[in-house]
């Protein structure tokens, strides 16, 4: 219906324009042709065509009402889904800068693996296949299950293990139920930044603890990681992406929280289903 108009709308336009012209037209004709000197014009109308009149400006004043109405609605409309759009491909944009950087890094690694340790090089192939392919095809999806981004989160840990030559504490706890949906690829910058600014710039005693639960209609992720407080880092463009992309997908419905005590740094992120 509205491609229709849009197509026809000069054609429109004129039919509503001489619509409007005709009667007055026709009334103009009937007061200048009546007898009758000038200061003085007597109009004899039919009843019947004056209440015909008055019911055609009615039903053609229905018609303009009518129009504009149409018109304000599908612009509405059109505001609406230009905005989704805008936000779907922010959206899109920032999804697909989540983790580039620790793929460079650990191609890096597997190109000095190769040649030293074929076996530990095709483990971590493996690996960094299947993080590739969840982040490029499930990433693209509007939800996946909870246990599906826990996975993920659990690969993520296990190359780290592999790739790292000292000896670090990573542990990761899972208490969550079933049917739990989310939004895919938040959770890993957290864990991301843990590695990031914790274990890379420790010697020893390196650890991140990290911890996914559910409780009710909420989702719980947690890390902590202890770093050096004499080394001065920067938060980067991985906060700031998370945070835009939680207003973006889960407004209202999110609390993403930081603290920092004793040189340990403690993220914890909590979602409500949506």
């Known amino acids: 219906m509205t491609y229709w108009i849009q197509k026809n709308k000069n054609s429109l336009i004129i039919i509503g324009v001489v619509s409007i012209l005709i009667p007055l037209l026709y009334v103009s004709y009937k007061v200048f042709t009546a007898e009758g000197n ?48 805008k936000a779907k491909t922010e959206l899109m944009h920032l999804q697909s800068q989540v983790n580039p950087h620790f793929f460079f890094n650990m191609l890096n690694n597997l190109y000095g693996l190769v040649g030293t340790d074929p076996k530990k090089a095709q483990a971590l192939i493996l690996k960094l296949s299947n993080m590739m392919r969840y982040s490029i095809y499930e990433g693209e999806n509007e939800f996946v299950t909870l246990n599906e981004e826990a996975d993920y989160l659990i690969n993520y840990i296990e190359l780290h293990k592999i790739r790292y030559h000292k000896k670090i504490d990573v542990t990761f706890e899972s208490n969550i139920q079933e049917n739990y949906k989310v939004k895919p690829l938040l959770f890993i910058i957290l864990l991301e930044n843990a590695f990031k600014h914790g274990v890379e710039n420790l010697i ?15 989702i719980h992720f947690e890390v902590e990681n202890n770093f050096d407080s004499e080394i001065k880092g920067t938060s980067g463009i991985g906060i700031e992406n998370l945070k835009r992309r939680l207003e973006l997908v889960y407004p209202n419905k999110h609390k993403l929280s930081f603290s920092i005590s004793n040189n340990v740094y403690h993220a914890q992120l909590i979602l409500k289903q949506l």
């Open 204 to 218: 020893d005693n390196a650890y991140i603890h990290a911890k996914i639960s559910t409780e009710g209609n909420d």
């Open 38 to 85: 000038s200061a003085s014009i007597s109009l004899e109308f039919n009843p019947i065509l004056g209440y015909a009149l008055i019911a055609y400006y009615i039903l053609l004043i229905g018609l303009i009402i009518g129009y504009f109405i149409h018109w304000l609605i599908s612009n509405i409309k059109l505001i609406i889904n230009l905005k989704k759009e």
